[in-house]
């Protein structure tokens, strides 16, 4: 899956030259990435990566809550930029990439945590969320394991999809600027 990061820039590239933007669609896509930042947040703060199973939080209604607030940030670009072909581009990639991704992480997941993975997965759906109440296996009151941790959402560096999305909009803005001032 390493592919996924290196053919991620050529597919970022072919976006900006295919893009479109305007004020309001930059504007639209921002709020749409803002909701994925939100999703990805909340996730990060319960997620102990190789320590434990994160079963909580969102976690708790989607097993890939990180990559739905991806699918979310990459809509809000898909929007921002405000072409057709772009966003084609866009979901093309990002479909047959975290579909891979997904796959290949969740038989990670079967061979280090066995039996609780199948009981976790039996229940709560791959991608998009169920929102019914999972009362079996949620840990009981308020634990470390069980509610958000700003001191976890750091160790997982979530704040560089912050980053990343705010400088991503800066640059959709710039090729908003220069297809108005220069007429490309």
């Known amino acids: 899956m390493r592919w996924r990061v290196r053919l991620g820039y050529p597919v970022a590239i072919v976006f900006l030259v ?9 504007v639209a896509g921002g709020i ?12 990060s703060g319960h997620l102990r990566k190789d320590e434990q199973l994160a079963t909580t939080g969102p976690y708790a209604s989607t097993r890939n809550p990180l990559y739905l607030g991806s699918a979310f940030l990459a809509a809000g670009f898909i929007i921002a930029g405000d ?15 975290y579909y891979a991704v997904i796959r290949d992480e969740e ?5 280090r945590f066995g039996a609780a993975f199948e009981e976790y997965a ?8 169920g929102f019914r109440t999972h009362k079996e296996g949620a840990p009981p009151g308020k634990t470390s394991a069980n ?6 959402y750091r160790r997982n560096r979530e704040y560089q999809a912050l980053l990343g999305t705010i400088a991503g909009l800066v640059v959709v803005w710039l090729r908003m600027w220069i297809r108005t001032r220069f007429g490309y």
């Open 18 to 26: 295919l893009a479109r933007p305007i004020p309001h669609s930059i």
């Open 32 to 43: 749409v990435a803002a909701f994925g930042l939100l999703v990805r947040g909340a996730a």
């Open 83 to 97: 072409s057709w072909r772009a966003g084609l581009i866009v979901g093309i990639y990002f479909a047959v990439f």
């Open 107 to 111: 038989a990670d997941l079967r061979k």
């Open 122 to 129: 039996a229940r709560t759906p791959v991608f998009f969320p």
């Open 147 to 152: 509610v958000f941790s700003w001191a976890q």
